[in-house]
């Protein structure tokens, strides 16, 4: 048996598909910018969760709109290019992983800035304290 379980790569082979199709043969300007994140499908593959991601210049809603239009000739080609016996439902999903970790990458930036002025601060005071210790005869 090849690397990880069939429903692994059946929804590896839907995204790769997916991805091509999206980029070659869908004309709908509203999922030009559109990138396939992951894929992942239930136990009977009859079910595939499509995450995606847009281009920052692109608009979510319309993005999702334009997905919506393409669900039909998606499925059908990817049922025609896999073979499969029955072809899974596509359910497509904003990805907010990527938006999370530029919140949490922010996040952490911020608080690494403010660290050295802190240290700064702690610093001084220790020395303040020292000098003072130093001083008493």
Excluded: W
């Amino acid at each position: 048996m090849a690397h990880g379980t069939r429903v692994e790569r059946v929804a590896e082979r839907v995204r790769m598909e997916l991805a091509t199709l999206l980029t070659r043969t869908v004309r709908d300007p509203a999922v030009s910018g559109v990138t396939i994140t992951h894929v992942s499908m239930n136990a009977d593959l009859q079910l595939a969760r499509i995450y995606y991601t847009v281009l920052d210049g692109s608009n979510r809603r319309d993005t999702a709109r334009g997905l919506r239009r393409a669900k039909t000739y998606l499925r059908r080609a990817i049922g025609q290019r896999l073979q499969l016996r029955h072809v899974p439902e596509l359910r497509f999903m904003y990805d907010e992983t990527l938006e999370q970790q530029d919140r949490l990458a922010k996040i952490f930036t911020e608080i690494e800035n403010q660290q050295p002025n802190r240290d700064q601060e702690t610093l001084g005071k220790l020395n303040d304290d020292d000098a003072i210790e130093e001083y008493e005869p």
